[in-house]
């Protein structure tokens, strides 16, 4: 494995697909939508099942967003989620973060939700949003991290699964604590007028708790990450079972209540 080489540790099992549908630009990237205006062009790296790309579509009409993703298999939730909401001003294509196919200077706003976190050099993914970012245009990230989740009740197999995870990311080539290094991965990319914040997803309510407990732990079991865990010898089948059902206990607590840390990052190019 290269620098630059990572797996994407979660992969498109649909139950990834369904807890990533939830995502919406409000929810997502409300430090960015202050600078959306309608006719701005938008490079959406990593768009997943597109319904943040869409949200940002209907912002920037009749402006068109790019949205990228690692292969043609990985757009088709995005194509449909646009299709089922009747927008025309979005253009798909399979990307490359670390050679992007498109002229220097061509975009007004770069974005990346969660991405940086999987790449295995993200100070370059930046430099090349950079070089596709027009002068004086946006390039713009939030990635989560990982050891800033906190959750209640304490269920002890929520701590051997955020263990497990965070070493999974890590043997793929990936950094699950980029939300902290945001910052500086922007600096060592060269950015000089930047803003960082942070910001947070709560799940509290029983309709959060259903959608995050009873996807997470399909995921544990089901996904691209639970495949890696057995093919790797770091969990069995049994284990993932029983952090499967962590998750499910606290999905079922009325006192579940779950915070995901993020980082943002506002780079003027």
């Not at 697909?17 to 990593?46: C, I, K």
């Not at 949200?55 to 194509?79: G, M």
Request: charged share 25%; net charge negative; glycine share 8%.
């Amino acid at each position: 494995m290269t620098e630059r080489d990572a797996v994407y540790t979660h992969g498109h099992h649909e139950s990834v697909l369904r807890s990533h549908r939830w995502r919406t630009a409000q929810n997502s990237a409300a430090y960015l939508l202050p600078h959306l205006r309608p006719g701005l062009t938008v490079l959406d790296v990593g768009c997943g099942p597109g319904t943040i790309t869409a949200d940002l579509a209907v912002l920037v009409a009749p402006a068109t967003v790019t949205a990228i993703e690692i292969s043609a298999d990985a757009l088709t939730a995005a194509r449909a989620e646009a299709s089922s909401r009747g927008q025309a001003n979005i253009d798909f294509r399979v990307g490359d973060v670390f050679a992007l196919d498109f002229p220097d200077d061509t975009f007004d706003v770069v974005h990346a939700h969660q991405v940086l976190q999987h790449v295995g050099d993200p100070v370059a993914a930046l430099r090349e949003m950079r070089r596709v970012c027009r002068p004086g245009g946006l390039v713009a990230a939030r990635d989560g991290d990982y050891a800033g989740f906190v959750w209640f009740p304490l269920i002890p197999e929520l701590d051997e699964w955020l263990a497990l995870y965070r070493r999974l990311a890590r043997d793929n080539g990936g950094e699950p604590d980029a939300g902290r290094r945001l910052l500086s991965w922007a600096r060592a990319a060269g950015f000089t007028d930047l803003t960082a914040t942070s910001s947070t997803w709560c799940m509290s309510t029983a309709e959060d708790r259903e959608l995050w407990g009873q996807t997470w732990a399909e995921r544990t079991v089901r996904s691209d990450t639970a495949r890696q865990a057995l093919a790797s010898g770091v969990a069995t089948a049994e284990d993932l079972e029983r952090l499967a059902g962590g998750w499910r206990a606290w999905a079922a607590s009325d006192e579940g209540w779950f915070s995901v840390l993020h980082s943002e990052i506002l780079c003027r190019a």
